[in-house]
């Protein structure tokens, strides 16, 4: 009689587990991709990197990242090249600037899947996957067309070997250093500081095998550095080393002061991934702070140190850091994700989850809910706000006369239909607050995002982008004056053609004898200034928080 082979850590279903997640993720591409392409770009991230990507799609250049056809030194190439593949594929727009990170969305989730699975059960791997694609945060950043999701991917690969085992061996620390290497060539140096941060830690708690440890952590940061010198070593021989030593002054300044008024309290990170990052964050707490019993299998235990000096690492480092934006501190949503999947793998379902978790949770849904009300009430009541309001730019902002339809309400009605299913919960164990947590995130990120985003983002920018927009077929300069801002050159499509004389310099657009009409905007607030210091523009119209100008050309 013959026996059944026993297949250990997988399914008990005929269904193959690769066949079942790839299916559950391809649905959740498609479903992060639902109006990915209805809202415009937001300034400044996201313009900024897709405007990376239209330009090297214009001038064929894909080695050198310009902004303005200038060489713009505050990011390397990699994601540019990812948003030109996807420009190439679905054309130059907002979902395709959105989509690789889409992509990313469903390449993490199944990452941690395999990696889960192979380090313990898949039970934990399937709730590691919920928290982090489900959380709030998490599922905005998987639609948003910044550099971020791909950057943090990268490193979590190159740091679990290092994680994993207590001396990798040499064939993991090549594929380590390669993924580290991806994520220096995708936003900078501040992956090997990270990365370089962790090592020591590790070396510092663990005394056993430091030499061998430390000439393998040695040469994982070496071999992350080989795909960037390439790059590097290419673009020398076009400008001397210039973009290089610019970007490294970048770097420092971002490390050393606030920069372009992205600035916060020591606290900021803390408030933000308390609250960003829910329902993963609450049920993370324990874990974070080491408080439920060490694993007995090895290997968890290990990685639950690594995960554990990351997201400190990430906390004080970017705490340390005076430049303060929310997702500097987005890596750490693997180890809150982690431990949150530990804890409810840990305990017992037949245990009751304590009482602090669910107050804290109560806390922070009233908190989205007083937002998610506020929101539609503010829309409802712009007229009598902008009539008791002093600022100039507000009441412009108001008087945009965005629509607010009832169902906006939406998103309210969801987070209060969550408070009564977690208070009418007979049995709070701590799957069953978790799944009620996730589902409600789902839709309420999902309501909000359909309700919300686009009609903020015409209160903040809207005036700004149709202005831009209706100069795309316009033979004409464009600019700014008096804030910074990527849309004018993004919206307006502009060609290196109109800078084939080397006219980019600022001076000469505003002041100089120019050979086509300039277009550009100002805050509203400087509008007095502005027709002061450029004494032949013309006032076209105020709309939105900004006023829009037209330069006669001068020949």
């Given at each position: 009689?013959?026996?059944?082979?026993?297949?250990?850590?997988?399914?008990?279903?005929?269904?193959?587990?690769?066949?079942?997640?790839?299916?559950?993720?391809?649905?959740?591409?498609?479903?992060?991709?639902?109006?990915?392409?209805?809202?415009?770009?937001?300034?400044?991230?996201?313009?900024?990197?897709?405007?990376?990507?239209?330009?090297?799609?214009?001038?064929?250049?894909?080695?050198?990242?310009?902004?303005?056809?200038?060489?713009?030194?505050?990011?390397?190439?990699?994601?540019?090249?990812?948003?030109?593949?996807?420009?190439?594929?679905?054309?130059?727009?907002?979902?395709?600037?959105?989509?690789?990170?889409?992509?990313?969305?469903?390449?993490?989730?199944?990452?941690?899947?395999?990696?889960?699975?192979?380090?313990?059960?898949?039970?934990?791997?399937?709730?590691?996957?919920?928290?982090?694609?489900?959380?709030?945060?998490?599922?905005?950043?998987?639609?948003?067309?910044?550099?971020?999701?791909?950057?943090?991917?990268?490193?979590?690969?190159?740091?679990?070997?290092?994680f994993r085992n207590a001396v990798p061996a040499?064939?993991?620390?090549?594929?380590?250093?390669?993924?580290?290497?991806?994520?220096?060539?995708?936003?900078?140096?501040?992956?090997?500081?990270?990365?370089?941060?962790?090592?020591?830690?590790?070396?510092?708690?663990?005394?056993?095998?430091?030499?061998?440890?430390?000439?393998?952590?040695?040469?994982?940061?070496?071999?992350?550095?080989?795909?960037?010198?390439?790059?590097?070593?290419?673009?020398?021989?076009?400008?001397?080393?210039?973009?290089?030593?610019?970007?490294?002054?970048?770097?420092?300044?971002?490390?050393?002061?606030?920069?372009?008024?992205?600035?916060?309290?020591?606290?900021?990170?803390?408030?933000?991934?308390?609250?960003?990052?829910?329902?993963?964050?609450?049920?993370?707490?324990?874990?974070?702070?080491?408080?439920?019993?060490?694993?007995?299998?090895?290997?968890?235990?290990?990685?639950?140190?690594?995960?554990?000096?990351?997201?400190?690492?990430?906390?004080?480092?970017?705490?340390?850091?005076?430049?303060?934006?929310?997702?500097?501190?987005?890596?750490?949503?693997?180890?809150?994700?982690?431990?949150?999947?530990?804890?409810?793998?840990?305990?017992?379902?037949?245990?009751?989850?304590?009482?602090?978790?669910s107050r804290t949770g109560t806390t922070i849904?009233?908190?989205?809910?007083?937002?998610?009300?506020?929101?539609?009430?503010?829309?409802?009541?712009?007229?009598?706000?902008?009539?008791?309001?002093?600022?100039?730019?507000?009441?412009?902002?108001?008087?945009?006369?965005?629509?607010?339809?009832?169902?906006?309400?939406?998103?309210?009605?969801?987070?209060?239909?969550?408070?009564?299913?977690?208070?009418?919960?007979?049995?709070?164990?701590?799957?069953?607050?978790?799944?009620?947590?996730?589902?409600?995130?789902?839709?309420?990120?999902?309501?909000?995002?359909?309700?919300?985003?686009?009609?903020?983002?015409?209160?903040?920018?809207?005036?700004?982008?149709?202005?831009?927009?209706?100069?795309?077929?316009?033979?004409?300069?464009?600019?700014?004056?008096?804030?910074?801002?990527?849309?004018?050159?993004?919206?307006?499509?502009?060609?290196?053609?109109?800078?084939?004389?080397?006219?980019?310099?600022?001076?000469?657009?505003?002041?100089?004898?120019?050979?086509?009409?300039?277009?550009?905007?100002?805050?509203?607030?400087?509008?007095?200034?502005?027709?002061?210091?450029?004494?032949?523009?013309?006032l076209l119209y105020q709309k939105g928080g900004?006023?829009?100008?037209?330069?006669?050309?001068?020949?």
């Amino acid at each position: 009689m013959k026996q059944k082979k026993i297949i250990l850590n997988r399914h008990p279903t005929g269904l193959s587990p690769w066949l079942k997640v790839c299916l559950c993720l391809i649905a959740y591409a498609l479903f992060l991709s639902l109006g990915l392409g209805e809202v415009a770009l937001f300034d400044w991230d996201e313009i900024n990197f897709a405007e990376i990507a239209r330009e090297m799609q214009v001038t064929g250049d894909y080695l050198q990242p310009r902004i303005n056809y200038v060489p713009f030194h505050e990011k390397p190439p990699l994601f540019a090249w990812m948003q030109l593949s996807a420009f190439k594929l679905v054309g130059t727009g907002p979902f395709g600037a959105r989509l690789p990170n889409v992509i990313c969305g469903a390449l993490t989730l199944l990452s941690l899947w395999h990696l889960g699975g192979r380090a313990s059960a898949y039970k934990l791997a399937y709730w590691w996957m919920a928290f982090m694609g489900l959380s709030l945060l998490p599922q905005l950043y998987f639609r948003s067309g910044i550099i971020d999701p791909w950057f943090n991917l990268f490193i979590l690969l190159g740091l679990w070997p290092v994680f994993r085992n207590a001396v990798p061996a040499w064939g993991n620390i090549f594929w380590a250093g390669g993924w580290l290497g991806l994520a220096v060539l995708t936003k900078g140096p501040a992956a090997g500081l990270i990365a370089g941060l962790c090592c020591l830690v590790l070396l510092i708690m663990d005394r056993d095998d430091r030499g061998k440890r430390s000439l393998r952590y040695l040469s994982f940061g070496l071999l992350s550095l080989l795909p960037s010198l390439i790059w590097i070593g290419l673009l020398w021989q076009e400008d001397g080393g210039q973009l290089v030593m610019d970007f490294l002054d970048y770097q420092w300044r971002l490390f050393s002061r606030e920069d372009a008024g992205h600035g916060g309290f020591p606290g900021y990170h803390v408030v933000v991934l308390l609250i960003g990052c829910f329902p993963a964050s609450i049920f993370a707490i324990p874990g974070l702070t080491n408080r439920f019993n060490p694993s007995d299998d090895k290997t968890i235990h290990k990685l639950d140190r690594g995960m554990r000096i990351l997201f400190w690492v990430v906390l004080i480092l970017f705490s340390i850091v005076n430049t303060k934006i929310v997702h500097y501190s987005s890596l750490a949503y693997f180890p809150i994700a982690w431990f949150a999947a530990r804890w409810v793998t840990h305990t017992s379902s037949s245990i009751d989850a304590p009482t602090w978790l669910s107050r804290t949770g109560t806390t922070i849904l009233c908190l989205f809910a007083l937002a998610s009300l506020l929101l539609p009430i503010i829309g409802w009541q712009s007229s009598a706000l902008a009539s008791t309001s002093q600022d100039p730019e507000l009441i412009s902002r108001l008087a945009m006369n965005v629509p607010w339809p009832w169902y906006t309400i939406l998103p309210f009605l969801l987070i209060i239909g969550q408070l009564v299913a977690v208070l009418r919960l007979k049995k709070r164990s701590l799957p069953n607050l978790a799944a009620i947590y996730l589902a409600g995130m789902v839709l309420f990120t999902a309501a909000g995002l359909w309700s919300f985003t686009g009609r903020i983002q015409t209160y903040s920018q809207g005036a700004l982008t149709e202005f831009f927009q209706g100069l795309r077929t316009s033979d004409v300069y464009v600019g700014t004056a008096y804030h910074k801002s990527y849309a004018h050159w993004f919206y307006s499509e502009v060609q290196p053609e109109v800078y084939e004389y080397g006219q980019t310099d600022r001076h000469w657009r505003f002041h100089g004898p120019i050979d086509k009409p300039l277009f550009f905007s100002s805050p509203l607030r400087k509008t007095d200034q502005v027709l002061r210091e450029v004494p032949d523009a013309v006032l076209l119209y105020q709309k939105g928080g900004f006023s829009f100008y037209q330069r006669p050309a001068h020949p």
